[in-house]
């Protein structure tokens, strides 16, 4: 069994920046892709970013020049760095892991979510 737990997030006034942490434990083979997806209220879920293992990133077009996200593979852990934080960067906000195993089966893994809230 795998877990990602994730950590960070909160209330933050537009404008400012946070970072949210996510490390994967459990019975973890290798992980492909580690990332962070939003969902806000009514909408539906959306990337926000993402980092292959050997640290090629893609990013929303949204958070293109404000956000950066890393990762640690030997901690099994992703960051992600968003500054210059605008109201519409309120949602819940997922890490997310693609694992491969010793077979080449893939699985999907997300962790429990993490509130950010902007205050403008």
């Known amino acids: 069994q795998v877990q990602l737990v994730e950590s960070g997030g909160g209330l933050v006034q537009a404008g400012g920046s946070l970072r949210l942490s996510c490390a994967a434990s459990g019975s973890i083979f290798s992980i492909n892709v580690m990332g962070w997806y939003r969902q806000a209220p009514g909408k539906q879920r959306e990337l926000v970013a993402l980092?292959?293992?050997?640290?090629?990133?893609n990013y929303a077009d949204s958070v293109k020049g404000r956000a950066t996200i890393s990762r640690d593979n030997a901690k099994n852990t992703v960051t992600l760095q968003m500054n210059s934080l605008k109201s519409e960067d309120t949602a819940v906000y997922y890490c997310?892991?693609?694992?491969?195993?010793?077979?080449?089966?893939?699985?999907?893994?997300w962790g429990q979510g993490t509130q950010v809230t902007v205050s403008s």
């Open positions: 997310h892991a693609e694992l491969s195993t010793s077979r080449g089966l893939f699985y999907d893994y």
């Open positions: 980092v292959a293992s050997r640290g090629s990133t």
